[in-house]
């Protein structure tokens, strides 16, 4: 997909490679306090500590490969420029969060605290309401709702009785 | 070979029911749809389809996978050639010349090139399945810990050197998925490692919650972060496949289904580097290569059966290694595993009904992508036109359901969310995901051959080194990373430049 090849600045490179660094030095750092199970005559190698802990070292190694990588790119220069996208970028992050917010709400706040069929219709019906239905011409506010409705209430009948009767899963 | 034949002959026979023949029909529909539309890939398709199948026998559950799989690789070239965007990565070099073609007003000509090359290039790495895994499977019982542990190695690092654009962060996510796998208790004295405490994550991070996070999740909310441009379809002539188009390029779908069968059987390399390789060899070998990405009938051929040929090429090691050739196969491996499947080197000992019947599947799948291929132009169109706002919350709706229905506990629902921010986040700074769902597949097997092999051999490092496949996969592995070194290249360059300078003289 086009975001596996995403275009990212040497800035954000530089940040992702100290944010590697401390995440490899935990890995390392929690590997080094586990028990080593030497009363039951472990050796290193079969310590559980031993793949964490390298595979920790690894990740700071890359970690420190990409921050100065990105530092070589000129990331320390990079960090006047302005933090916030452009238009067109910042648009795409509205449209990310929105989007992050309601999935959010309805996995962590609705699944499994409110009944899973009207759980979903509301989700659907909030997420079709607060984007544009139609790329082309934005439709008027009622016949949004109305196809917002008609999609969330058939969406959510279907799905909860297929899961429910041929799947035989408990819902949420 | 005669008692190969007869088993696939019972393979087929042990489908061909009506039960089986309409999962085949609805899941490479479902296949077809999910790879048309853009954002939505096949390894996606087939996280959610296996939390939709979990509780169907594993036969009939594979078959679905199987059908899903090689109906989204063929269903990407319908928005590639339609609309210019590729439905999933498979189908980026079917843009090139399928969208070139339609704007030419032969859209329907491109669409018919694609469902040959795919059918064909299926078919193709179908008899490959066959041919190769009883040879791979008796190869592979020679391998022990030492061979796996670098394999393990092997698949993490090519997948990482070859899917995205930057090695550096492609090796990153691989070896963070590595790590994750091996939350839990470990094996050897079950010691919870990285649980903070929290009984759910004793038992270690659900492989299919966190695929469905990072793959389902995670891609719908990148589709959401860009405005969806408005579907404007060409008109276009008739889709089926001129016999012209077929034997004329005769060669380029040999070459192709050679090409994507091997791309597939490498690990972790996917049905993108098999179109691409493809695409690049049949340009090298035409006459007219200043046609390609201008609607060259050639380059889409090569493109479309390089990556369906590379489908059954990445089952290959499923079966034979329990290494997975691809991002999807990867997923396939864990649904083979949730359903008692045990696939490795005994498995032509084990179950060797069970490689025909995957065969098997394969052709059913084949004959899915075809039939849809001939008659669904009309539908897809409409498919390509429902608005992106729609189908993301229904998507993440059975995301939601699907996840807890694989073992009724909310938590894999947490965990489907986090992979999913997690995943969202790494793509936003350009990490690609495919190393990341094989070190999350494939951690647990290098741990245990690590550990087993250091235990086998007493802390030796040794034997690591001087088995002979373990030196060869070893030494590739030092090879792919060294190859990724400014100096290691600039090295070459020089000795290159010395060698000609030396002739010259």
């Known amino acids: ?172 | 070979m005669f008692d190969g034949l007869i088993a696939f002959g019972h393979s087929l026979a042990s489908f061909a029911t009506l039960e089986s023949l309409f999962y085949v029909a609805l899941s490479s529909l479902v296949g077809l749809v999910i790879g048309a539309l853009p954002g939505l890939t096949a390894t996606m398709g087939l996280t959610l389809m296996t939390t939709m199948t979990i509780k169907l026998p594993p036969n009939l559950a594979l078959l679905i996978l199987i059908c899903t799989y090689v109906g989204a690789i063929y269903g990407g070239s319908r928005s590639a050639i339609l609309l210019n965007i590729p439905g999933t990565p498979a189908s980026a070099a079917a843009c090139l010349d399928g969208h070139a073609l339609a704007r030419q007003g032969l859209a329907g000509r491109a669409m018919g090139i694609a469902t040959s090359g795919s059918v064909l290039g299926t078919l193709m790495g179908m008899v490959f399945l066959a041919w190769f895994t009883p040879v791979l499977g008796e190869l592979a019982l020679k391998f022990g810990a030492y061979e796996f542990f670098w394999l393990a190695l092997f698949g993490v690092i090519i997948s990482g050197t070859l899917t995205g654009n930057d090695p550096l962060k492609g090796w990153i996510a691989g070896i963070a998925g590595l790590f994750v796998a091996g939350i839990g208790q470990e094996a050897i004295y079950a010691y919870e490692r990285f649980t903070f405490g929290t009984r759910e994550l004793a038992g270690g991070i659900g492989l299919v919650p966190a695929l469905v996070g990072a793959f389902g999740l995670a891609e719908l909310l990148v589709a959401m972060k860009d405005r969806q441009v408005p579907v404007k379809i060409n008109p276009f002539d008739s889709v089926i496949p001129k016999f012209v188009d077929i034997a004329r390029h005769w060669r380029t779908i040999i070459r192709s289904g050679l090409i994507g069968t091997f791309v597939g059987i490498v690990p972790g390399v996917g049905e993108d580097v098999a179109a691409w390789s493809s695409y690049a060899a049949a340009r090298r070998a035409s006459k007219e290569p200043e046609k390609f990405g201008k609607g060259s009938i050639d380059g889409l051929m090569a493109a479309e059966t390089g990556d369906n040929a590379c489908v059954p090429g990445a089952v290959i090691p499923v079966l034979t290694l329990a290494i997975p050739g691809s991002a999807p196969a990867a997923v396939l491996l864990a649904a083979m595993l949730i359903h008692g499947v045990r696939p490795g080197p005994l498995i032509m000992v084990e179950a060797p009904q069970f490689v025909y019947d995957v065969v098997a599947m394969m052709l059913f799948a084949t004959l899915g992508i075809l039939v849809y291929g001939l008659t669904l132009t009309r539908f897809m169109i409409r498919v390509l036109q429902v608005p992106q706002t729609i189908i993301v919350p229904i998507i993440l709706v059975l995301c939601a359901i699907g996840t807890f229905a694989l073992s009724a506990r909310l938590f894999d629902v947490w965990v489907m969310v986090g992979f999913g921010l997690i995943g969202f986040v790494l793509r936003s700074f350009g990490y690609p995901m495919a190393p990341l769902v094989l070190g999350i597949v494939l951690g647990d097997l290098l741990e245990k051959n690590l550990r087993r092999g250091l235990v086998l051999s007493d802390g030796d490092l040794m034997p690591f080194f001087t088995r002979p496949i373990s030196a060869v996969l070893a030494a590739l592995i030092v090879l792919i990373i060294a190859m990724r070194s400014e100096h290691v290249r600039a090295l070459l360059r020089r000795l290159q430049g010395k060698r000609v300078h030396e002739h010259s003289a």
Request: net charge positive; hydrophobic share 60%; no cysteine.
């Open chain 1, 1 to 172: 997909m086009s975001a596996d090849v995403a275009r990212v600045t040497p800035r954000a490179d530089l940040i992702g490679g100290i944010g590697w660094v401390v995440f490899g030095s935990a890995i390392v750092a929690g590997a080094l306090a586990m028990d080593r199970f030497e009363s039951f005559g472990a050796t290193l190698h079969t310590m559980p500590g031993l793949v964490p802990g390298i595979l920790g070292g690894v990740i700071v190694l890359l970690g420190v490969l990409l921050s100065i990588r990105a530092l070589r790119a000129g990331a320390l220069a990079g960090f006047s420029a302005p933090w916030l996208p452009d238009a067109k970028g910042r648009a795409s992050l509205i449209r990310a969060s929105i989007a992050t917010a309601l999935a959010l709400v309805y996995t962590l706040g609705l699944v499994g605290h409110v009944w899973f069929p009207a759980a979903s219709a509301l989700f659907i019906l909030a997420f079709i309401m607060v984007f544009d239905i139609s790329p082309e011409a934005p439709r008027s506010l009622g016949r949004r709702a109305a196809i917002a409705a008609i999609v969330a209430i058939a969406t959510s009948a279907v799905v909860s009785l297929v899961f429910e009767r041929v799947f035989l899963v408990r819902l949420p």
